[in-house]
């Protein structure tokens, strides 16, 4: 049956990080993305949110050119097509060339819109099979190794089931060091967000003495053969993040050996449609997959703890509770996490409602597309 869409609406939103956070590139504090809202005949709205930074320092998507391509592409196409399922979504939005966090903004508002229309969780639509879901922190670089030890320790007594660190040139191995002295027996992990190159392979190979469970993107963001060879000498598993941006460049990754892991994050796929599929091949090729985090507000992190449901989300997720990151967020009830544990809501689409008060008060800007 076709989703009658009436009308789409997106809001520009503002939110100020609590903390900022600090990558190989940089910080950031302020997040300004676009909540997108479509809604049908019969009164039921589905959300999606954009998760486009307002620098292309991760991938080449911004904020801007996440309006670009709804307002001036995206829309049109939708308005002119008529669509049964959200799969739909993803091929009618092919002939548009990557842009892949926009195209998954859009689509993941009609895969929650479907659900409720299903009166189904987004979980349950897309297949998941978890009732409840482990969950990692990621600490961005700190000032000082004191502050990094300080900020593990907390986050372990909250019971996060794993902690990732971000490194780069110049606070990498000693600093890891430090802390598997001070953790022996925690689960952590590196990301590098592709701040090393192949002539970094003596260093990199120093990681494996500090069984981490994997180190994340060492080199550029478009490799997959330098990671392969990286791959075939160190004992660290490799984890691509920034390189896979498509179920083809999942598939060429694996089979050249590029990466024992894979993190999924919708937006960088295109949407959820794409983040499926290559769920499925990994659990078919027996490849880790953990669901990554773009440092979303609650309707970003609400479909980014639904498709976790889905059973080859091994690993723990990037998906921490939202008093992480907000003093107030845009859903409710927010995300909370328990014993490093997220119960999954049984309500019909995201399971969270909007809390409209917080949504109107950080938007921005509106526009209302009619269909
Ligand atoms: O590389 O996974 C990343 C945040 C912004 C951009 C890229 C990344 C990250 C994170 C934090 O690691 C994820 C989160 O807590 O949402
Ligand atoms: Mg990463």
């Known amino acids: 049956m076709t989703i009658p869409i009436k009308k789409i609406t997106l809001r520009k939103i503002n939110m100020r990080l609590k903390n900022p956070f600090t990558t190989s590139f940089g910080s950031m504090q302020d997040k300004e993305f676009y909540i997108i809202e479509a809604a049908d005949t019969e009164g039921n709205r589905g ?83 978890k009732q409840e879901i482990d969950v990692g922190i990621s600490i961005g670089i700190q000032p000082t190794l004191k502050d990094l030890l300080n900020s593990i320790e907390s986050h372990m007594q909250a019971g996060y089931k794993r902690i990732k660190m971000k490194i780069k040139p110049g606070q990498d191995i000693d600093m890891l060091r430090e802390v598997r002295k001070r953790f022996p027996d925690t689960p952590i992990m590196a990301d590098a967000n592709s701040a090393y190159d192949l002539k970094d392979v003596e260093h990199l ?48 990754a694996v089979e050249l050996g590029s990466c024992e892991v894979i993190n999924i994050k919708i937006g960088r796929v295109g949407g959820l449609t794409e983040a499926k599929r290559i769920h499925d091949y990994c659990l078919k090729h027996d490849i880790a997959v953990w669901c990554g985090g773009m440092l979303e507000a609650g309707v970003g992190r609400a479909h980014n703890i ?19 990151y907000w003093e107030k967020d845009i859903i409710q009830p927010e995300v909370v996490v328990e014993n490093g544990i997220i119960q999954i809501p049984d309500k019909p689409g995201i399971g969270y409602d909007l809390d409209e008060k917080a949504l109107e008060a950080f938007t921005v800007e509106k526009k209302v597309f009619y269909f």
């Open 306 to 324: 639904a498709l976790t449901t889905l059973p080859q989300f091994i690993l723990p997720g990037d998906t921490a509770g939202s008093s992480l």
């Open 205 to 252: 190979k120093q990681l494996d003495d500090l069984h981490l469970m994997m180190i994340e993107q060492p080199l550029a963001h478009d490799d997959i053969v330098d990671h392969a060879e990286l791959q075939a000498v160190m004992e660290t598993p490799i984890c691509l993040d920034e390189s896979i941006q498509s179920f083809e460049d999942a598939r060429k």
């Open 47 to 129: 959300f999606g949110e954009s998760v486009a930074f307002t620098s292309p320092w991760y991938t080449e998507e911004t904020v801007k050119t996440n309006l670009h391509m709804i307002e001036d592409f995206l829309m049109k196409i939708l308005q002119e097509n008529e669509i049964t399922h959200p799969d739909e979504v993803t091929e009618l939005f092919r002939p548009i060339k990557r842009n892949n966090m926009a195209k998954a903004a859009v689509e993941g508002a009609v895969w929650d819109l479907y659900a409720k229309r299903q009166n189904i969780s987004l979980a349950e639509a897309l297949g998941g099979v």
